[in-house]
Structures are given as structure tokens and as C-alpha cells.
């Protein structure tokens, strides 16, 4: 087990600047020199407000789950339009890739994005990576089945490809590699599947397939998961709480670390906590990147005062909830919200465990 001393640390993406954000929005062909400035800042950000872990803000992704498009063919990139409702009622749109021949490996993260923020950082370096048991999303009857007639046998390849894609960017340098699962908590039994037992099932399945990509790497190596429940432009779309799923959650996800999503009421007690594996370290997501709302310092001290009812305090730590930007977009909130939101995760962390 890697070094989880780390009391404060962000899930992953950070808003981008306007000039980024403008390029990508005409799909700018050369944005690396856009790009390696926006991750330049990420990093002084970061290292400005004290985190111990740093990462490169997910800048040179339009999306969380770039990196699988990144290094496999065999998506259409744009092959689905998806529209997401928030509960006041907005909607917006974005395309997701669809499965449409069998994978194959063309290129390596540690080239597209983790040589650059390694060389740069002054403290251990983290890449986030998104669960393959997501991509199950992705596939289209009557076009992924042409391509891959089990869509297990898909998922296998998938794994593989990530498998390897995570050991290699440990032999880089990186010492923390995070799972994004933003599917978990919307496999809701009272919809999906009617029967508990199934539906339980389904769940455990999918985490352990998951947790397979980090099979093999050293044991000096921080391994977490996050658990989202939906983020595009300040929306969501899970409520099902932890308190549905943390038995088989938790129990099943074998990580160092467990990145949860605590700022509102979606998430249910804290009582879930109890589930949690004795060697996994739970870093509760309370301060919010979905309003620019700044959370206070003594309301964060008694939450986490109350997660330790259930969960001993050395077996905690503190981030925000999700990440700032998932996609290109961002959430509604501006980068001056953005850095008192972290300072106050490293503020409050320094107050609790000091």
C-alpha cells in the first residue's frame, strides 16, 4: 500500500482558462501550446494552496473519459447524443462514443498527458482513469454486437488495454492512480433490477472487473476510486444514497483510497461508512464544485467530527466532492471560487488532522 497520509487532495478535472475553453469550443486543431500553459497553471494552483498530490486538471481532455479515445481505436467518438435533466428542469446535451469495431491499442498516456505535468511537478503526481465497466454505456445494439458478439468480451479487452496503460504510467512516475465511476450509483434497483439479489449482484460484478485494472502494480503505488454521481455544467443525475449500496460498494472496493461524494443530501448518512474495507482511507467529498457557494470551515469540522462516529479519523480525509470540470464546459462557478474552494479543503484538513 502506497503513502495515504494525505488528508487533502482534489478529485481530478479544474476548470479551464477562457482561451483553452475558446479553442476547443471551435476544435482548434494545435491546442498542445494551449494546453502545457493550462497545466502549468494547474500545478501552481495546486501547489499554491498546499495540496500534497497534485495532477494536471484534466486539461488536455474534453471530456473525463478522454483517455480511453486517447490510446484505443474502436470507438466512434460522437456516435450518441446523450441529454442530461437537471431537477430545476435545464437540459443540455453532449455526444458520447459508441462501440464499433474491436479495440486496439494505439498510443500511451504517459505521451499524451502524464510526461509533461511529471516534469513540471514538485510533489507526487496523480492521473485519474476512467472504469471500463462505464464504456457498457457505449454500447449500441445492432452496431457494437458486429464488432464484439459478448459485450464481456469487450470489457475484457478494455481492461486489458487499461491495465497495461496503468502500469506503464507507474514505471513513468506517477504514484497515484485514480478509478472515476460515475455508473455505480445509478444501477438503482427499484428500476434496473426489480430483485435486490440481482441488482446487488450487478454491482459487485462491476467493481471487481473494474479493480482489475490496478492488478499487478506495486505495492508503493496509492490506488483510489471516486464515486460520482453525475457532473456536467453544475447538474447531476444519481440519488439513489450510499446507504442503497455501501455494503456491496464498500466492500467490494479494495483501493487505498475512497473518493465520496458527501456535499447534499443524494448521498444519504454516514452510517455506511461502517462497510468501508479496514485498509481503505475514505476521503469525504463535502465542499461542493456543482454552486460557487464557499463552504464553512466550522460547518466542514463537525461533518467530518460526524463521519468519525463511523469511521475512525485517521482513516479520514477531505476533498471536494467531484471534480470542477468533466468536460470542457466546467461548472458553473468561476476560478476565483474555484481556488477558495480548494483552499478550504487544505485549510480545513490542516485544522482537523494537524
Not at 51 to 62: H, K, Q, T
Not at 124 to 132: A, F, N, S
Amino acid at each position: 500500500m502506497g503513502d495515504v497520509s494525505w488528508r487533502a487532495e482534489t478529485v481530478g478535472s479544474l476548470l479551464r482558462p477562457a482561451e483553452l475553453r475558446d479553442a476547443m469550443l471551435a476544435g482548434t486543431s494545435d491546442l498542445r501550446a494551449l494546453q502545457d500553459r493550462a497545466v502549468l497553471d494547474a500545478l501552481a494552483l495546486q501547489q499554491e494552496v498546499g495540496l500534497p498530490v497534485v495532477n494536471d486538471g484534466e486539461m488536455r481532455r474534453r471530456i473525463w473519459h478522454g483517455p480511453v479515445l486517447d490510446v484505443a481505436d474502436g470507438f466512434d467518438p460522437e456516435g450518441y447524443t446523450r441529454t442530461w435533466t437537471a431537477p430545476d428542469g435545464r437540459t443540455a446535451s453532449h455526444t458520447s462514443p459508441v462501440v464499433t469495431s474491436r479495440l486496439t491499442e494505439r498510443g500511451s498516456l504517459v505521451d499524451v498527458e502524464a510526461a509533461f505535468v511529471l516534469e513540471h511537478a514538485d510533489r507526487p503526481v496523480k492521473v485519474t482513469l476512467p472504469v471500463p465497466t462505464n464504456f457498457l454505456s457505449y454500447w449500441t445494439p445492432g452496431v457494437s454486437d458486429q464488432a464484439y458478439a459478448d459485450p464481456q468480451e469487450f470489457l475484457d479487452d478494455l481492461v486489458a488495454i487499461l491495465q497495461r496503460q496503468a502500469r506503464a504510467l507507474v514505471d513513468a512516475g506517477v504514484r497515484s492512480l485514480q478509478l472515476d465511476a460515475p455508473k455505480y450509483t445509478f444501477l438503482d434497483n427499484r428500476l434496473m433490477f426489480p430483485d435486490p439479489a440481482r441488482w446487488a449482484d450487478q454491482l459487485a460484478t462491476h467493481v471487481r472487473t473494474d479493480r482489475r485494472v490496478f492488478d499487478g502494480l506495486p505495492d508503493d503505488v496509492v490506488t483510489g476510486i471516486h464515486i460520482c454521481r453525475g457532473n456536467y455544467r453544475s447538474m447531476f443525475e444519481s440519488t439513489v444514497p450510499y446507504d442503497e449500496m455501501g455494503e456491496v460498494l464498500f466492500s467490494e472496493a479494495r483501493y487505498d483510497r475512497l473518493l465520496l461524494e458527501y456535499d447534499d443530501a443524494r448521498a444519504g448518512g454516514f452510517d455506511a461508512l461502517r462497510h468501508v474495507r479496514p485498509e481503505s482511507t475514505v476521503v469525504l467529498g463535502l465542499v461542493t464544485t456543482k454552486h460557487p457557494e464557499l463552504e464553512d470551515v466550522d460547518d466542514l469540522r463537525r461533518r467530518i467530527d460526524a463521519a468519525a462516529e463511523h469511521l475512525p479519523l485517521d482513516r479520514l480525509a477531505l476533498s471536494p466532492q467531484c471534480g470542477f470540470a468533466s468536460t470542457w464546459e466546467g461548472n458553473e462557478l468561476s476560478a476565483d471560487d474555484q481556488r477558495r474552494k480548494l483552499e478550504t479543503v487544505v485549510r480545513t484538513a490542516d485544522l482537523v488532522w494537524s
